[in-house]
């Protein structure tokens, strides 16, 4: 997992500058560009010229950092421009909102409709970020797609406590699914390597969002990590996901990695800067990364 550029939306409430500052911490972690879109779902009368402030934005952000930040200035007032946006960004970190426009009911939140569509992870901040992670939650099935997802929990923050969470249904429950879960478990955690020794492993009973948010609060994890598969916007309308019953609960920021996901593409990152370029509709201001 490699985590090159940083896409973060704010729309300058306090929750989306929450979401601006981890999205920097996140960037000073991995060494990672920072890029900056404001976004909102109904415009802001009061704020006349939302672009000059993001610049102001990236320039205090890469100065209190240290690293290199780009305010992007074309319009950005739909989810499908941030799902394009996204396309050449290797993580995406927004704020949680909750509400749902009636004229979008059907479509859901603008976290349902941008986890559905972006390819890349999705991390929700839901807290103001003090310091980085100290201990991860990561959600796991006994699926082979959970591999993947402990070494990406792994790699996205190399110094914290790591758990190893599954919860079964109590509906089909025995002494044998539950050993084998315990086993899977374990496994997991040796296929780490010598990370192993900095994660541990608990088994839960009960719906599994539900569970997970228990086992959050009971062990103060600040992050939470799941996995999820693309289904249709009918199927999480009718039933909704585990990251969107999650998040209705939990106090901790919340990871959502697509299975499917994939590393962005710098030949598209360059074709949209040129095109920017071309059409003159507002190229990147860039903040270049500060000597320490």
């Given amino acids: ?26 960037a000073v972690e991995h060494g990672a560009e920072l890029r900056i879109m404001y976004f909102v779902d109904v415009p802001n009368p009061n704020l006349r010229d939302p672009f000059e402030r993001l610049a102001q934005r990236a320039q205090q952000l890469a100065r209190r950092h240290g690293i290199s930040v780009e305010a992007v200035s074309r319009p950005s007032d739909t989810v499908d421009r941030v799902v394009e946006e996204s396309a050449c960004a290797d993580l995406l970190v927004i704020d949680h909102r909750h509400h749902r426009i009636l004229m979008r009911f059907w479509q859901g939140s603008t976290f349902d409709q941008l986890v559905r569509r972006c390819q ?72 780490l390597g010598p990370t192993r020794y900095r994660v541990r492993t608990s088994v839960g009973h009960g719906d599994p969002s539900r569970q997970t948010f228990v086992q959050q609060q009971a062990t103060g994890a600040d992050l939470v990590v799941v996995g999820k598969n693309r289904v249709s ?9 585990f990251a969107q019953r999650l998040l209705s609960w939990a106090t901790s920021d919340v990871l959502v990695v697509p299975h499917d996901h994939r590393t962005s593409s710098r030949a598209a990152a360059n074709l949209r800067i040129k095109a920017e370029l071309g059409d003159g509709r507002g190229a990147f201001s860039v903040v270049q990364r500060k000597t320490l």
């Fill in 120 to 191: 890349c992870p999705v991390l929700v901040v839901t807290r103001e970020p003090s310091s980085r992670y100290r201990r991860v939650l990561v959600a796991v099935d006994v699926s082979d797609e959970s591999r993947e997802l402990v070494r990406y929990a792994c790699a996205f923050d190399v110094e914290s406590e790591l758990e190893l969470f599954h919860s079964q249904s109590t509906l089909h429950e025995t002494m044998e699914s539950r050993r084998h879960a315990e086993e899977r478990l374990v496994r997991l955690s040796e296929s």
């Fill in 1 to 26: 997992m490699t985590i090159r550029s940083v896409l973060a939306l704010t729309d300058f409430s306090a929750q989306g500058e929450q979401a601006l500052d981890r999205a920097a911490l996140v």
């Fill in 233 to 241: 916007t009918l199927a999480d309308f009718l039933f909704g996901g």
